[in-house]
């Protein structure tokens, strides 16, 4: 049996999701041995070659990088989502709340005009996507779990509960009891909380679960005196586009 | 009559290696006359700048770290940095003393992914690393011990490789343990061999870099007292040292039509920034074994072959480790002291920092209002100031190649612009060059 051909994509990101498939070090050589990788890094228009599993990076932030998308789409049998901005959207999408003029001239000046740019958008915005491994960045161990299921044909575990749930398990003193602000009460779990374990909080990578209770965490962020405006600021560094979606 | 007299010859690069984004190698040649040589980036704009707007002074290394997830340690002291001089914070040494190990960590990891998966494969004939498993398995579990090791020297200071946590304006919210730092300390002393034996590899191969050359000017951070990383002045190897705040005299910014990343100029028509720049302006502040590294290549400043960048990139990552170790020692003999991060006062004020990230120079330069929302900030990362210098490399490289076969005209151009450092990439071929006839 031939192995699984498998092409890597990157659109506006910062590539750090790559980084982690090679930071795998030697496992990489492992999984590589089971997969063959026909492309990696740039979409190759005139390659014959057919690939059974695309890996895509980064947000749709231009019309002509959704044609790409849509051929990507168009001969991959399997397509998954590596990366908060392919997820979600992530932190690209900040620029969606200002206006596009002003941005375009902000960083471009008077040759603003040169440069096309529409609000940013996670990948399943344009294509439908198999599967997402989400993350800013991803996290590798999980990147081989997801990719190993779908090689077998399973369908991949991805947590639905929050952040705070990986939090206790890593045995961490809640920051909201510092005063500090947290997103892990209506963030996606999978990470092991890493962030907080590293000292800081949850900034909310991995976007929101999928029905997460706004109500309560609104409740309980207003018991350690955050607004639900300073809440909203911080939906927005990562899941911004779900926001502005709704 | 010479072969390149009447050459017809056009090249299309698409999407070549991301050097911080997608750019294309343009080349049309018509009668063997020049008519195209064009370097474009086509990356889609990513408006870091517009988004940090409205954004809390505590949120700004996390976010601008984002930009480049290869020198994101770079990029989030390079914030830290503006944040702490536009507030008025002031950070203890042995703050210092482990953001510089965080530093070196990244260099590492970033030289030794371009020289080792990138640059051997094209020295050895082959088109990607995943050969050399098979040909050369003892070397490049070498290179892979090294690439590990420089993981956990970031995992060991920052918590992480990519986009670090424990980083913070003030200082740091988590240390490592002493322990910790000693088996780093082990392992650093280890990979100076290991590091030695790659370059002895290099070297043997060296003559495969082009005998190019092509007089630039260099730009790279300078100091009194080291070979300049985490700060100091902006010097030129033209000569002049200025102050961080004063960059944009040496940056001048403009934009071009066919790239989306600005392209930069000074006192020529371009600089060039990274290893090599900061080799030309720093050598004989580099530690002993990285200088004896440099004279086995036989690499003297000022080198005006850009090619030279992977060589200067070897001699860094001696220097990294070498100068680690001390480091540890340091901060080991004073010992290591869980801090608080200082109060600190929101106020309105303007910061802007310089830092060295394994590319080269990296400002950023930031302003707040009096209750710290950001609301101006402009960042200049180090490829976009080398693409202007990779434009007129390539207009200088390509009439040499001219009377040579296709293929090694396209390893020619593809080989000059990896010099620069583009990217990771480690596995696939990754260059789409198309000859149309
Ligand atoms: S998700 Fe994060 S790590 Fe991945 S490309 Fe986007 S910014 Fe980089
Ligand atoms: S709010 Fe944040 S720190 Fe507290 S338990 Fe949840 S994830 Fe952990
Ligand atoms: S703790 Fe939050 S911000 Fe950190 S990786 Fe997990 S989801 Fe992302």
Redesign the interface.
């Known amino acids: 049996m031939s192995k699984p051909r498998v092409a890597?994509f990157?659109?506006?990101?910062?590539?750090?999701?790559?980084?982690?498939i090679?930071?795998l070090?030697?496992v990489?050589?492992d999984v590589?041995g089971q997969v063959e990788?026909?492309?990696?890094?740039?979409?190759?228009?005139?390659q014959s070659d057919h690939y059974d599993i695309a890996l895509v990076e980064?947000s749709i932030?231009?019309k002509s990088?959704e044609e790409r998308i849509k051929a990507i789409r168009e001969k991959a049998g399997i397509l998954v989502a590596i990366g908060a901005c392919a997820t979600i959207g992530?932190?690209?999408c900040?620029?969606n709340f200002?206006d596009e003029k002003?941005?375009?001239r902000?960083?471009?000046?008077d040759?603003a005009h040169?440069?096309n740019?529409y609000a940013a958008r996670p990948v399943s915005a344009v294509v439908p996507v198999d599967a997402n491994v989400h993350g800013?960045?991803i996290n590798r161990e999980e990147f081989v779990q997801v990719l190993k299921a779908l090689l077998q044909g399973k369908k991949p575990f991805i947590p639905n509960y929050p952040v705070c749930v990986d939090c206790k398990k890593a045995g961490n003193v809640c920051v909201l009891l510092k005063g500090q602000f947290c997103m892990g009460p209506v963030t996606r779990a999978g990470c092991g909380a890493?962030?907080i374990?590293?000292?800081?909080y949850c900034?909310g990578c991995r976007g929101l679960v999928d029905d997460p209770n706004m109500d309560a965490a609104r409740e309980l962020l207003g018991r350690f005196g955050i607004s639900a405006g300073e809440a909203l600021?911080q939906i927005r560094?990562y899941d911004g586009y779900r926001e502005e979606a709704r | 009559m010479s072969k390149s007299a009447k050459r017809e010859l056009h090249i299309r690069v698409?999407?070549?290696?991301?050097v911080e984004g997608?750019g294309n190698i343009v080349v049309n040649v018509s009668n063997g006359k020049i008519e195209d040589c064009r370097w474009e980036v086509v990356?889609?704009?990513?408006?870091f700048?517009?988004?940090?707007?409205?954004?809390k002074w505590y949120?700004m290394h996390?976010?601008t770290c984002?930009?480049?997830?290869?020198c994101?340690i770079g990029h989030t002291l390079a914030s830290l940095q503006a944040t702490e001089a536009a507030l008025g914070i002031e950070v203890s040494e042995q703050t210092v003393l482990l953001r510089k190990l965080a530093l070196h960590a990244e260099n590492l990891q970033s030289h030794i992914?371009h020289v080792g998966?990138l640059v051997l494969p094209d020295l050895m004939g082959v088109g990607s690393v995943?050969p050399l498993?098979g040909s050369h398995p003892a070397e490049l579990k070498t290179v892979?011990r090294i690439?590990?090791l420089s993981?956990e020297f970031s995992d060991t200071i920052c918590?992480?490789?990519?986009?670090?946590?424990?980083l913070?304006p003030g200082g740091?919210?988590?240390y490592p343990k002493v322990d910790e730092l000693k088996k780093l300390r082990q392992g650093l002393t280890e990979a100076l061999s290991d590091l030695k034996e790659v370059a002895r590899l290099v070297c043997s191969l060296a003559e495969r870099f082009p005998a190019f050359s092509r007089e630039t000017e260099y730009i790279a951070l300078k100091s009194n007292q080291e070979y300049a990383m985490y700060h100091g002045q902006v010097g030129s190897s033209d000569g002049g040292t200025w102050a961080p705040g004063q960059y944009k005299e040496v940056t001048n910014e403009f934009?071009v039509?066919h790239s989306?990343a600005?392209y930069t100029k000074h006192n020529r028509d371009s600089y060039m920034v990274g290893a090599l720049a900061r080799f030309n302006l720093n050598s004989d502040r580099l530690t002993p074994e990285a200088r004896a590294v440099a004279g086995l290549f036989k690499l003297k400043p000022v080198c005006y072959n850009s090619f030279m960048n992977n060589v200067a990139q070897i001699v860094e990552c001696v220097h990294s480790v070498e100068d680690s170790i001390n480091i540890i020692d340091r901060a080991l003999g004073r010992g290591l002291a869980l801090e608080d991060i200082p109060p600190i006062k929101v106020c309105a004020g303007r910061g802007v920092s310089a830092v060295e990230v394994p590319r080269g120079i990296l400002f950023h330069d930031y302003q707040y209002d009096d209750a710290g929302t950001c609301i101006g900030a402009n960042l200049i990362i180090p490829t976009n100031q080398n693409h202007n210098n990779i434009y007129h490399d390539l207009q200088a490289l390509l009439p040499s190649l001219l009377g040579k076969p296709e293929k090694e005209i396209e390893l020619g151009l593809e080989m000059l612009v990896r010099a620069y450092d583009p990217?990771?990439?480690?596995?696939?071929h990754?260059l789409?060059v198309?000859f149309k006839k």
């Open positions: 890597i990157d659109f506006a990101g910062c590539e750090g999701d790559q980084l982690q090679v930071n070090e030697e990489v050589l590589l990788i026909v492309t990696w890094r740039e979409a190759m228009k005139e980064g932030t231009r990088d992530g932190i690209n900040m620029k200002q002003f941005v375009r902000y960083v471009y000046g040759k040169w440069y740019t800013c960045p890493c962030c374990t590293e000292g800081a900034w600021g560094l | 698409d999407h070549l290696t991301r997608h990356e889609a704009p990513r408006f700048e517009a988004m940090v707007r409205g954004r949120e996390h976010i984002r930009i480049c997830g290869i994101s992914l998966y995943v498993a892979i690439h590990r993981n918590g992480r490789t990519t986009h670090p946590q424990r913070v740091f919210v988590k934009c039509p989306t600005k990217c990771i990439s480690c596995s696939a990754y789409k198309k």
